[in-house]
């Protein structure tokens, strides 16, 4: 910035009155960035296999919601399934393989399904304090994007 420049900036600050009014933008000179609508989340289907002693949601990588075939399956294997009403205790484990990301999010992603299944489970009148918790993350696609629910 020119010596006469900042001279000028300085006397319009210690004498505010005789400070030149400021331009106004004119519309022409502005710019508006349009961008492109976000993509949806296309979900895919949770698969579900039921046992009368265990039940597994098999979950598409990187995905934490239940579908609303997975959610009817559930659902409809709760009100069918006497022993995991009468259950002592019924444990959640979830998994998460790092593939999909770091070790962090694969746990979070776990964490997130078990969670959900417990909320699902509280929600059709078990009682929550049966409901146990278990999270897992692994390095290989072994037990893949599992939850896993059984009776003890």
Known sequence: MPREQIISAIHDLQNPAAAKPLEKEKPEDKQIAIRPAPKAIVEKEVNVDATPL?????YPKRQTRLDAGADKNLKDFLNVS??????????????????AGSLTEARRIAYYRAMLIRLRLIAEGINQEKIHLQVDDQF????GDKVKIFTR
């Open 54 to 58: 265990l039940v597994t949601l098999n």
């Open 82 to 99: 006497k022993d995991i009403l009468n259950a002592r205790q019924i444990k959640i484990h979830a998994f998460a393989p790092a593939s």
């Open 140 to 143: 290989s696609d072994a037990d």
